[in-house]
């Protein structure tokens, strides 16, 4: 189905019908239950004023978009745009056919595969496009792209992840930024000797094992993206032999996971993440396996914490060193919007130097634009050569289809430390659902 014309410098867009976007969206069983005609969307011009519906994903910046919304409504008066930060009402409205205009996603396996549905239009056309940096919009477009060659969303911002460190307490022991994995064991040893804690577990939250050490070891250890691009290529026809598999991949990465676990504290199987922020906040351990999301948590527990943050070395070779990033926020334009212009000004004015930027400089993040300034919050500054230099890797936890426990077994490792385990249990999760999603 050709949902778009090219028509000279403009895109004209053909209307999908609802059945065609329910099925695109895995969601056509529910069409039978409504009407296929009308657009609740439809009726959003009134007096000349063209009302958009905007959805991000993020409830804490909503004052951030709101003055956002503010000046582009100043500069726009024929637009009015109303936000909503619900994320969980992006697929009921679609079953009702009543998307939002505009949306900001997560990018990840899920969010994919609304992308290769056909859910979003094509935006390579926007002007703003050309101004994100290409090696950030492949890191979307790694996720599928529809008819496989769309540019179906933009990078609004990009969270990087490492090790979150106390600079008082590296300082105090002498201790510098490890740039090798033998290093860093080094630093891990040199404060254990001292009576510190060298990292904080929060084992009893398994999301934490995940994104912390799962992520970062075999991220720094073996090209994730490559790998899936394989193992999904090979389909449900895996074994334990196999060259595709987990259990020929990731084996070599879990004497270092459990290794990173027993420099945690003991207790570490029974504090969540909520205790690891009040408990690092408090100089409780000298470094602390998480994203940016924690630091805003520290500071408020302790204003006058002194944090940075660097990619956790897995080997012995600083050229190898990574950061874990994922694009935390990407803009996209619901395929059927009747509102289409409307949006694509306002996706436009939401990808201007001032906007994007402003936003990843509150919130410790770094922006997707290919001129951005260089990032200079202490916090995060120490990720900021990896992001610029594109030696970051998405995790391989975003790599798993939410029917698979993938954090369940993570912890379940690294209580029992049984690899073989592990490890087949992954293949056969990964086989059953090829076998599920096999056409």
Known sequence: MNAAVKAGPTTVHRTLSRRSLLRMAGLAGAAALMPLTGCASGASRQDGVTTLRFMQNKPEVVDYFNQVIKDFEALNP???VIQDFNEGNFVPGLVRNDPPDVVTR?????????VRRGIFADLADLP???TVD??????VNSWGQYNGHETNALPFSLAAAGVIYNRDIFDAKGVAVPATWDEFVAACETFKAAGITPIYGTFKDPWTLAQGMFDYVSGGSLDTAEFFTRINAKGADISAGAAESFTSNFRAALPKMLQLTSFSQNGASSKNYADGNAAFAKGQAAMYLQGPWALSQLVTANKDIRVGTFPLPVTNNPADTKARVNVDMALSITRNTPNMAAARRFVGYLLEPAVVNTYNEKNAAFSPLKNAPPVT????????ESVRNARYYQGAATYFPPSVPLHNYI????????GDQFLAALDDEWRRVAERTAV
């Open 78 to 80: 024929d637009i009015r």
């Open 134 to 139: 290409p090696k950030i919009q492949e890191l």
């Open 377 to 384: 919050n202490p916090q995060i500054s120490g990720l900021d």
């Open 106 to 114: 997560g990018f990840a396996q899920a969010t994919g595969d609304f």
């Open 128 to 130: 703003e496009a050309s």
């Open 411 to 418: 912890q379940s490792f690294v209580y029992s430390k049984n």
